[in-house]
């Protein structure tokens, strides 16, 4: 098994930034991919950006590129997401997640069913 744990959310103005962490713990040498989703009120969950484990390899959804970036910090089991210029309808339930099954495919990485483990999610709250 593996847990995952996110922080980091909160309430920002357009334009602004904000960081957010997940924290893997339990079975981590079984995780290959780690993935941000997000979804919003009366929306279905969408992609956001996701990351290879071994080599950083990273995956965005268009409309975060050049926006968001996920990296991964190896020794703390942490993945980020900084986000930044940040937009209302950026705002959404984060989730963080993760998979332990290798993808030969690329557009696997979007894909939700990939992905094996869920954290709670964090609220992220972007005013105009």
């Known amino acids: 098994q593996v847990q995952l744990v996110e922080s980091g959310g909160g309430l920002v103005q357009a334009g602004g930034s904000l960081r957010l962490s997940c924290a893997v713990s339990g079975r981590t040498f079984s995780t290959y991919t780690m993935g941000w989703f997000r979804q919003a009120p009366g929306k279905e969950r969408e992609f956001v950006t996701a990351?290879?484990?071994?080599?950083?390899?990273?995956y965005y959804a268009d409309s975060v590129k050049g926006r968001f970036t996920i990296s991964r910090d190896n020794a703390k089991n942490t993945v980020y997401l900084q986000m930044n210029s940040l937009k209302p309808e950026d705002t959404a339930v984060y989730y963080c997640a993760a998979g332990s099954r290798r993808l030969y495919i690329s557009s696997l990485y979007y894909t939700g069913s990939s992905y094996d483990y869920w954290g709670q999610g964090t609220q992220v709250t972007v005013s105009s």
């Open positions: 990351i290879r484990w071994s080599d950083g390899n990273t």
